[in-house]
């Protein structure tokens, strides 16, 4: 029987690896009932090191089996990020009767002779549910010396032009080929709009429904930490149309749409063959402090998955993300409210009765005001939720949430845009032992963020400065952790 994963700072409901280094979700597929995520692993450290692929399972995206790491470093090189499909048709011959899973990752080592980088793209396929994996003989399949940066493939069918197409970060750019079997790769296009304030990394290409019955395509690009902004590593998204050769963006290639406004939230793809749900899963942290933060036996956790929507506004189309319904079967208790004045004079105190919540709450303002959630985690440290209905801004502000001397960089005061509905706002707030994740608006905007608390006796305060606010409605519902005896 193994051991309750109790461990200062461990997250009890988002995966994390059991011990040493993970970082970007990769491979992420859906097949004969499971849910699959691999990650970036370095078993022999909790910093970043020779690239693996770990692997873990799921039925529900909540509860977690984790497997042993599925692909190792080899005579091309460590094991960087990259996607996995299912070869439904056997275009690969890898196959016999049955599909099988096919995946598509980076060697990275460095050119004979010198210390220049070398990235080619790689295959590797399973025939028995990811369990094994056998590297395909012909390797590397995709390669480019004028190329230094040339990483991270996110494949799919398209059924239109019966092709594969992948996507691939190449330096300031996303480039994009086309192939019938997956080992013969043609070039198809290369999009290089939006921010260039860091090297473009592990790029998405899906479609999705929009609510006037049409199809948009949206495009998803991490962008490294180069130092020169605040933020660290972040993540901007597209919307536009694809024809199975070129993505067309709908916006001036100026604009920059971001995925989300906090800190931690990066590397996020999404699940292929998943029939009628996009739902992508992020690496909740930032490499300006993600081998410094201060846990120990582990470092690395990954965001709740989300599910992802389209919907028109008075800006334009803009992405939705949602916390997945599936979250729901960790909610083991419930506290709800209704028509509540919080005034400066009568702010609202409640003791939580766990350290791992869900809040979700609709705030009415009655004039301009500033409403605020504090979750107290101890006399001294304290997360602080703001709404400035005048500015019509959401911000997380973790300067004093707990533990933060690894880096100058991790006391911030995260910023959103939020505009209001009919007065009022709607909050979902997920609590988790060393994170916060925020959604305004049915998932209109997200603020993802670490904190790391000494304390777990927490009490939410509500109060509102400047006006009188109204809790329209309220529930906490406290969470159950997802590391049962069984592991």
Same mark, same amino acid.
């Given at each position: 029987m193994k051991p309750i994963l109790t461990e200062k700072y461990r997250p009890q409901f988002h995966f994390s690896p059991l011990e040493k280094w993970m970082n970007d979700p990769n491979g992420m597929v859906y097949f004969q009932g499971e849910y699959h995520l691999f990650y970036q692993f370095h078993p022999y450290s909790t910093i970043w090191g020779p690239m693996h692929w770990g692997h873990a399972v799921s039925k529900d995206l909540i509860h977690w089996e984790q497997l042993p790491a599925a692909l190792h470093p080899d005579e091309h090189g460590a094991i960087f990020s990259g996607s996995a499909v299912v070869d439904w048709e056997n275009t690969t011959g890898f196959f016999d009767d049955q599909p099988g899973l096919v995946a598509i990752y980076t060697s990275h080592d460095t050119y004979p002779g010198s210390d220049r980088p070398r990235q080619r793209q790689c295959l590797a396929y399973s025939s028995d549910n990811g369990r094994t994996w056998t590297k395909y003989s012909g390797n590397p399949v995709l390669a480019d010396e004028t190329k230094t940066d040339y990483r991270d493939p996110k494949v799919f069918w398209h059924?239109?032009? %019966?092709?594969?197409?992948?996507?691939?970060?190449?330096?300031?750019?996303?480039?994009?080929?086309?192939?019938?079997?997956?080992?013969?790769?043609?070039?198809?296009?290369?999009?290089?709009? $939006?921010?260039?304030?860091?090297?473009?990394?592990? *790029?998405?290409?899906?479609?999705?429904?929009?609510?006037?019955?049409?199809? %948009?395509?949206?495009?998803?690009?991490?962008?490294?930490?180069?130092?020169?902004?605040?933020?660290?590593? +972040?993540?901007?998204?597209?919307?536009?149309?694809?024809? $199975?050769?070129?993505?067309? !963006?709908?916006?001036? %290639?100026?604009?920059?749409?971001?995925?989300?406004?906090?800190?931690? !939230?990066?590397?996020?793809?999404?699940?292929?063959?998943? *029939?009628?749900?996009?739902?992508?899963?992020?690496?909740?942290?930032?490499?300006?402090?993600? !081998?410094?933060? *201060?846990? %120990?036996?582990? +470092? $690395?956790?990954?965001?709740?998955?989300?599910?992802?929507?389209?919907?028109? !506004?008075?800006?334009?189309? +803009?992405?939705?993300?949602?916390?997945?319904?599936?979250?729901?079967?960790?909610?083991?208790?419930?506290?709800?409210?209704?028509?509540?004045?919080?005034?400066?004079e009568q702010p609202v105190s409640i003791p939580l009765k766990s350290a791992l919540l869900e809040l979700n709450l609709e705030v009415e303002f009655e004039g301009p005001a500033l409403a605020e959630i504090t979750i107290q985690h101890s006399e001294a440290e304290k997360t602080i939720i703001r709404y400035d209905s005048e500015t019509e801004t959401l911000s997380a502000d973790r300067t004093a949430s707990g533990e933060a001397d690894f880096s100058a960089s991790f006391p911030a005061v995260q910023e959103a845009p939020l505009k209001m509905k009919d007065n009022s706002i709607r909050l979902q707030l997920f609590l988790d032992a060393s994170s916060i994740e925020l959604f305004g608006n049915d998932g209109e905007c997200a603020i993802t963020s670490l904190v790391f608390p000494e304390s777990k006796e927490s009490v939410l305060h509500l109060a509102s400065h400047g006006g009188a606010i109204k809790i329209r409605s309220m529930e906490l519902h406290e969470l159950s952790s997802i590391w049962n005896k069984e592991g």
């Amino acid at each position: 029987m193994k051991p309750i994963l109790t461990e200062k700072y461990r997250p009890q409901f988002h995966f994390s690896p059991l011990e040493k280094w993970m970082n970007d979700p990769n491979g992420m597929v859906y097949f004969q009932g499971e849910y699959h995520l691999f990650y970036q692993f370095h078993p022999y450290s909790t910093i970043w090191g020779p690239m693996h692929w770990g692997h873990a399972v799921s039925k529900d995206l909540i509860h977690w089996e984790q497997l042993p790491a599925a692909l190792h470093p080899d005579e091309h090189g460590a094991i960087f990020s990259g996607s996995a499909v299912v070869d439904w048709e056997n275009t690969t011959g890898f196959f016999d009767d049955q599909p099988g899973l096919v995946a598509i990752y980076t060697s990275h080592d460095t050119y004979p002779g010198s210390d220049r980088p070398r990235q080619r793209q790689c295959l590797a396929y399973s025939s028995d549910n990811g369990r094994t994996w056998t590297k395909y003989s012909g390797n590397p399949v995709l390669a480019d010396e004028t190329k230094t940066d040339y990483r991270d493939p996110k494949v799919f069918w398209h059924s239109e032009t %019966k092709h594969w197409i992948q996507v691939l970060a190449t330096g300031q750019s996303a480039t994009i080929y086309k192939s019938p079997n997956l080992i013969d790769w043609q070039f198809a296009s290369e999009f290089a709009e $939006g921010s260039h304030a860091g090297f473009w990394e592990c *790029p998405d290409l899906f479609p999705l429904p929009l609510d006037s019955g049409k199809e %948009k395509w949206v495009m998803l690009v991490s962008l490294g930490d180069t130092g020169e902004h605040a933020e660290g590593s +972040r993540t901007q998204y597209f919307i536009g149309d694809f024809d $199975g050769e070129t993505f067309v !963006n709908d916006h001036e %290639k100026e604009t920059v749409l971001w995925l989300d406004y906090g800190r931690d !939230n990066y590397a996020g793809v999404s699940w292929s063959d998943l *029939p009628a749900r996009r739902i992508y899963i992020g690496w909740m942290s930032n490499w300006r402090y993600a !081998n410094q933060v *201060p846990t %120990k036996e582990w +470092r $690395g956790v990954m965001t709740i998955p989300r599910e992802l929507s389209l919907i028109s !506004n008075a800006d334009g189309i +803009r992405l939705i993300q949602k916390p997945v319904s599936e979250a729901q079967v960790l909610r083991i208790g419930c506290e709800s409210f209704k028509d509540k004045l919080v005034t400066t004079e009568q702010p609202v105190s409640i003791p939580l009765k766990s350290a791992l919540l869900e809040l979700n709450l609709e705030v009415e303002f009655e004039g301009p005001a500033l409403a605020e959630i504090t979750i107290q985690h101890s006399e001294a440290e304290k997360t602080i939720i703001r709404y400035d209905s005048e500015t019509e801004t959401l911000s997380a502000d973790r300067t004093a949430s707990g533990e933060a001397d690894f880096s100058a960089s991790f006391p911030a005061v995260q910023e959103a845009p939020l505009k209001m509905k009919d007065n009022s706002i709607r909050l979902q707030l997920f609590l988790d032992a060393s994170s916060i994740e925020l959604f305004g608006n049915d998932g209109e905007c997200a603020i993802t963020s670490l904190v790391f608390p000494e304390s777990k006796e927490s009490v939410l305060h509500l109060a509102s400065h400047g006006g009188a606010i109204k809790i329209r409605s309220m529930e906490l519902h406290e969470l159950s952790s997802i590391w049962n005896k069984e592991g």
